[in-house]
């Protein structure tokens, strides 16, 4: 079975200061992998993802992620955040299969950008 | 576009008693999902649907029952509520059921059960 890994409950980083939220993976074959926001009392958001293709993947926001088979590793960053950008951001994987496949999360990360 | 409702917004319901979120889409989507939303534990899948007429068990569908009449509706029905449903809820939609596409989420349901 498919499972994500955020290894870090909490990212603090200064504004204007490169930011990276870590995730990591395990699926069978070769992985679908999604990045999704949280702003309080809100719903989920759809940041970006990754289905084939170049290992740089760029989304929303000015957010991208890294796509890493050998570490099975999906890390999303950010060159220079901001005070905005703080919320919760949740990892998600599902296999290439056919059929259906649910979508794993992980169970998020939050990010906290201080001015 | 509205994309998803849900309603109602919050609820705090009498253990025992029946409830019913409601969700509405308006994108179209044949896939629609019920997730809730734990501290510490992510979001877990408790149904879905991957058309209209047709649903399937996620992973935490104990307690839980959904329909879906129609492409825009996906309902989920907690017959009797336990202490333990207290969370929130989101419904989400995608084009198809798994495949690439991303899902889209409503802005959820924050349910306490006393």
């Known amino acids: 079975a498919q499972s994500v890994a955020q290894p870090e409950d909490q990212v603090n980083v200064a504004e204007g200061n490169p930011l990276t939220v870590k995730c990591t993976y395990s699926?069978?074959?070769?992985?679908?992998l999604f990045w999704y926001v949280q702003y309080p009392n809100r719903g989920l958001q759809f940041l970006l993802k990754?289905?084939?293709?170049?290992?740089l993947v760029k989304g929303s926001y000015g957010f991208e992620a890294e796509f890493n088979k050998s570490q099975t590793s999906f890390h999303l960053k950010k060159p220079s955040a901001l005070v905005s950008d703080s919320a919760l951001y949740f990892c998600?994987?599902?296999?290439?299969?056919?059929?259906?496949?649910?979508?794993?999360f992980g169970t998020g990360t939050r990010l906290l950008v201080s001015p | 576009t509205a994309g998803i409702t849900q309603a109602p917004t919050s609820q705090i319901l009498a253990a025992g008693r029946s409830m019913t979120l409601r969700c509405t889409q308006d994108?179209?989507?044949?896939?629609m999902y019920w997730y809730r939303q734990d501290l510490g534990l992510g979001l877990r899948l408790i149904h879905y649907?991957?058309?209209?007429?047709?649903?399937g068990k996620g992973e935490v569908p104990d307690g839980y029952s959904v329909s879906r009449a129609n492409t825009d509706d996906f309902p989920l029905t907690l017959a009797s509520a336990v202490p333990s449903q207290t969370s929130v809820y989101f419904c989400?939609?995608?084009?198809?059921?798994?495949?690439?596409?991303?899902?889209?989420f409503g802005p959820g349901t924050r349910l306490t059960v006393l």
């Open positions: 989400a939609s995608s084009v198809e059921a798994g495949g690439r596409g991303e899902q889209f």
């Open positions: 699926v069978s074959g070769n992985p679908y």
């Open positions: 990754y289905i084939t293709g170049d290992n």
């Open positions: 998600a994987v599902r296999p290439q299969n056919t059929g259906f496949q649910k979508l794993v």
């Open positions: 994108m179209r989507h044949n896939a």
């Open positions: 649907s991957n058309t209209a007429g047709t649903t």
